[in-house]
């Protein structure tokens, strides 16, 4: 089964620093995707980065870059130049063929709260 | 580009009463998800469709719950009858097909159920 730790739940930044959001991971699978989201207090979950289990570049998106140590399981989420409007929750999340149901499925972590500082 | 559809926003109902969800996926994505939400948690996968077929609901409460996708495109979640533990965030998603890892799935506003 898959399994997606983030040990932070909370997190404080302040503005114009960068801050880094941990994420690891649990797959016996080869083939994975790791995502992130991001999900303010108005509710929705905003895809914000993807790294394939096969890409050998770290993955990055405008102020996002996600860096992906595979050997030790882990798919940090690096903000850099963080703004007020960063303060939401982040869920890093996993996904992997599911067994015995012919998907693929998106396993989250239970997320971490960011707080920016001005 | 419309993003995902959902309503309504917010529901409160009282306990063993029946609610409804509906979801509208994004034009041309031929998979959709509900997930559910519980306070202080990340969302849980409760069932995936591909066009209108169950792909997987494994971890949908069968005895209350009920989804459909009528036509390949909008979906309804249905719960009845409603327990306390069914208040949480109910999240639907839509993605381009589940055929692949790098398939993203983008997610609507969510409808925020209390049971009272």
């Known amino acids: 089964a898959q399994k997606i730790t983030q040990t932070q739940p909370g997190m404080f930044v302040q503005e114009k620093e960068a801050v880094t959001l941990d994420c690891t991971y649990d797959t016996s699978d080869q083939s994975y995707g790791l995502f992130w989201y991001k999900q303010p207090s108005s509710g929705e979950m905003i895809f914000l980065i993807y790294q394939g289990s096969y890409d050998e570049q770290n993955a990055t998106e405008g102020r996002y870059s996600l860096n992906f140590q595979k050997a030790r399981k882990s798919a940090n989420l690096v903000i850099s130049a963080s703004q007020l409007g960063d303060s939401a929750m982040y869920f890093c999340?996993?996904?992997?063929?599911?067994?015995?149901?012919?998907?693929?499925?998106?396993?989250f972590g239970k997320g971490t709260k960011l707080s920016v500082i001005p | 580009e419309a993003g995902v559809a959902q309503s309504p926003r917010y529901k409160i109902i009282e306990k063993r009463q029946s609610v409804a969800f509906w979801c509208n996926p994004i034009s041309g994505h031929a998979t959709l998800y509900w997930y559910q939400q519980i306070l202080g948690q990340g969302p849980k996968l409760l069932i995936q469709?591909?066009?209108?077929?169950?792909?997987?609901d494994s971890q949908l409460p069968k005895d209350r719950f009920s989804a459909e996708r009528l036509k390949g495109v909008d979906s309804t979640l249905k719960i009845q009858p409603a327990k306390l533990e069914d208040s949480a965030v109910y999240l639907c998603?839509?993605?381009?097909?589940?055929?692949?890892?790098?398939?993203?799935?983008?997610f609507g506003p969510g409808t925020r159920l209390t049971v009272l």
């Open positions: 999340a996993m996904r992997a063929p599911q067994s015995g149901a012919g998907s693929y499925q998106l396993t």
């Open positions: 469709f591909q066009n209108n077929g169950v792909v997987d």
């Open positions: 998603a839509s993605s381009l097909a589940s055929g692949s890892g790098t398939d993203t799935q983008y």
